[in-house]
């Protein structure tokens, strides 16, 4: 009879484990497509290792034998309370600040932590909310913003433009403001240098970072300033 209670026990953490695993898989295959860092690999190893841990975490509180000495209590989900705040550390790895003051990475740490709410969720036997929570994350990754980034408000269209460009002329860094302007581009931040070249001429650098709704590819954005006289040098970066 026990070794029958006990194949029952390990048929039920194996049908957890492959469930946490094909769960994660999706997130994964996202995050694969979209050449993130967080792919296949990473995302099953943290959903079948939190769904894991939970088990053992839950079946170790219920199954510890009482003492009548010792009055013993226990939390049935204390190791995926630190699955959570632990597996922030792989988060805060991918998470990145660039030189232009961007940050990227958020999703991805987002989706790390999001990976191991699945192992937690099928470990303590929520598997239509682990499946729901699923459907809905990946609905409103690949569905909603992008619906959203295309027929939204004006500001949630817009994507942020980090561009360098080099001038000719002083005089023209205003006409080439008074052109963003006309063009209804939000400058957010803007840095001037000079740079002299070869000739001991000096040119004024502009630096900026803009917030526009563009195309896909920027091409009708870059022909535009390259149409302008007194641009010598473009630069040009997507931010989001």
Known sequence: ????????????????????????LVIGIERELKKKPVGLKTSLVIATFSCLLTIISIETA???????????TMDPLRLAAQVVSGIGFLGAGV??????????GLT?????????????????GFYM??????IIIVFGIEVLSPFLMKIGPKRIRMREISLKVQINNDEK???FL???????????????????????????????????????????FYRSL???PYIEKIEMEILN
Do not use: C
């Open 129 to 134: 909310d682990a499946t729901l929570a699923v």
């Open 178 to 220: 008074e052109f963003l302007k006309e063009n209804n581009i939000i400058i957010e931040n803007i840095r001037i240098q000079d740079v002299p070249n070869n000739n001991n001429n000096v040119f004024h650098e502009l630096d900026l970072r803009l917030s526009l709704i563009v195309s896909d590819n920027l091409l009708s």
């Open 95 to 104: 998470i990145l600040r660039r030189g232009n003051d961007s940050i990227s």
């Open 173 to 175: 860094s205003e006409s």
């Open 108 to 124: 991805t740490a987002a989706m790390i932590w999001g990976a191991a709410g699945i192992g937690i969720a099928v470990g303590a």
């Open 1 to 24: 009879m026990e070794t029958l209670f006990g194949n029952m026990i390990t048929y039920e953490v194996g049908i957890k484990l492959v469930i946490a695993a094909t769960l994660s």
């Open 226 to 228: 390259r149409a302008l």
């Open 62 to 72: 219920y199954s510890t034998p009482p003492r009548s000495e010792i009055n013993i």
